[in-house]
Nanobody, 124 residues
């Protein structure tokens, strides 16, 4: 069982940057692939970024590629999402997720544990 707690969300203007953090506890974090997903108002939850257990493999949704960077620190049981050049369409509740499968995935159903989310609001 892995517990996840997100932080770092907030209200920013378009063009600004934020770094989301996700603290993991209760499991073998270094074995898990990690992902970030988001749910915008009135929309389905969607994939944002993922990183494999070692941190060597990452991939991103097309909508954030080149602007967002996912990283992890296995010594600290942390995963991060650096978000640059934020746009109003990035406004969403952002969730951290952990998968017992070590390879990263875009698919929600391959993630076993989820945090409660942190709100990101980008004003125009």
């Amino acid at each position: 069982q892995v517990q996840l707690v997100e932080s770092g969300g907030g209200l920013v203007q378009a063009g600004a940057s934020l770094r989301l953090s996700c603290a993991a506890s209760g499991g073998v974090f270094s074995d898990c692939a990690m992902g970030w997903f988001r749910r915008a108002p009135g929309k389905e939850r969607e994939f944002v970024a993922a990183i494999n257990w070692s941190g060597r493999i990452t991939h991103y949704a097309d909508s954030v590629k080149g602007r967002f960077t996912i990283s992890r620190d296995n010594a600290k049981n942390m995963v991060y999402l650096r978000m640059n050049s934020l746009k109003p369409e990035d406004t969403a509740l952002y969730y951290c997720a952990a998968s017992s499968i070590g390879s990263s995935s875009d698919y929600e159903n391959e993630y076993d544990w989820w945090g409660q989310g942190t709100q990101v609001t980008v004003s125009s």
